[in-house]
């Protein structure tokens, strides 16, 4: 088993729907949560962290955190062509360790 | 201010050759990382700097990589005898501090360095 794990896609979404990016991890001690966006060609952006569960938003982004389920997703509202890119799911436990990403694309 | 910085951007070297690979962080962060990323997959854990030392090197796949930060700031990544298999992007990240403290954990990356194998 993956210790993070994203399904790969392609995901096509919508412009102006909402995007659900998701990301399951095994290492139960795992104490942060991170989002980032690579766009093709770049290196990896950060977008989004979250180290309690529940929910934290930020802009049209907001991330989710179920410690008892070792699920994170990330929603992404009113989707923009700009927002087309890899989302990698990143997991800290002893290191940070991450997915091998989602393609998103968002179709005008 | 300033990110992250990498030097080379693009790197093509002869199987067998040694590289060095260049990082300055972003100013006054403490924890510098260093990653190794093919295409279709995400970023690889290769070693991880607290100050100048090496705090977990166990993401270096072998004795040809080896990496450095004296003062505490810059760091380079060395690799001894290339391989074809070590062609990817290298990608260097810092954050204000690193483990085992929680916050401030937030890792920024630079543009990385295409290193290229013939």
């Known amino acids: 088993q993956k210790e993070v794990e994203q399904n790969s896609g392609p995901l096509s979404v919508p412009e102006g729907a909402i995007a659900s990016l998701n990301c399951t991890y095994s290492?139960?001690?795992?104490?942060?949560f991170f989002w980032y966006r690579q766009y093709s060609g770049k290196s990896p952006e950060l977008i989004m962290f979250?180290?309690?569960?529940g929910d934290k938003e930020d802009g049209r982004f907001t991330a989710q955190l179920n410690k008892a389920s070792q699920y994170v997703s990330l929603l992404i509202r009113d989707s923009q062509p700009s927002d087309s890119a890899t989302y990698l799911c990143?997991?800290?436990?002893?290191?940070?360790?991450f997915g091998t990403g989602t393609r998103l694309t968002i179709i005008p | 201010g300033a990110g992250v910085s990498q030097t080379p951007s693009n790197k093509v070297t002869e199987k067998g050759k040694y590289v060095e690979l260049r990082c300055d962080p972003i100013s006054g962060h403490t924890a510098l990382y260093w990653y190794r990323q093919s295409l279709g997959q995400g970023p690889e854990f290769l070693i991880y700097?607290?100050?100048?030392?090496?705090?977990?090197d166990s993401g270096l796949p072998n004795d040809r990589f080896f990496a450095v930060r004296p003062e505490g700031s810059v760091s380079t990544l060395k690799i001894q005898r290339t391989e074809r298999g070590d062609s990817a992007v290298y990608l260097c990240?810092?954050?204000?501090?690193?483990?085992?403290?929680?916050?401030?954990?937030?890792?920024?990356f630079g543009p990385g360095t295409r290193l290229t194998v013939t």
């Open positions: 979250i180290y309690s569960n």
């Open positions: 290492d139960r001690g795992s104490q942060s």
């Open positions: 990143a997991v800290k436990g002893e290191k940070l360790t």
């Open positions: 990240a810092s954050s204000l501090t690193g483990p085992p403290g929680g916050g401030n954990y937030e890792q920024y």
């Open positions: 700097f607290q100050g100048t030392g090496a705090a977990d």
